[in-house]
């Protein structure tokens, strides 16, 4: 089953798009992919967490206003029988400015099968000094 699911994931980041001019979200695909009742924490630790598929719907859509050539890109992945986590190697266009960047996304599964929470952790730090947002602004100290 575990295998499954890594494969179930794979199938989820393709469809955030394949990092092209032309390539957008599947937002329909994404939803599908997740429980009616599904969270996703924006990054850990600290941010925000969106619950339910009107709210996921809502910011997949804010993003899409703000990032573009979208691509994931696995390094490493491990599953059990209720969760996969993936090390990923990401790009994105976001506010105009290149911004590639690793994280690690933790997905859990539910009875039937879909993601019902999906966590990511990264250093939003150094993605907002990518996106060129002055960090000191931002919260951000520098040592």
């Not at 997949?60 to 573009?68: F, G, P, S």
């Not at 979208?70 to 190697?89: A, F, H, L, P, T």
Request: aromatic residues 8%.
């Amino acid at each position: 089953m575990s295998k499954e699911m890594e494969n179930y994931v794979r199938e989820f980041q393709d469809a955030w798009g394949d990092g092209t001019d032309e390539s957008r979200p599947d937002v329909e695909k994404i939803l599908s992919m997740m429980s009616e009742d599904a969270e996703w924490q924006l990054w850990v630790p600290g941010g925000p967490v969106v619950k339910g598929q009107k709210a996921l719907r809502e910011e997949i859509y804010r993003q899409m206003e703000m990032a573009t050539n979208n691509k994931c890109n696995e390094v490493n992945i491990c599953s059990n029988d209720r969760i996969v986590m993936q090390e990923r190697s990401d790009w994105a266009v976001i506010l105009g400015k290149p911004c590639p960047h690793s994280m690690v996304a933790v997905y859990e599964f539910d009875d039937d099968g879909k993601i019902c929470k999906w966590r990511e952790y990264l250093d939003m730090m150094d993605l907002t000094q990518k996106m060129g947002v002055d960090t000191s602004v931002a919260g951000g100290t520098q040592s």
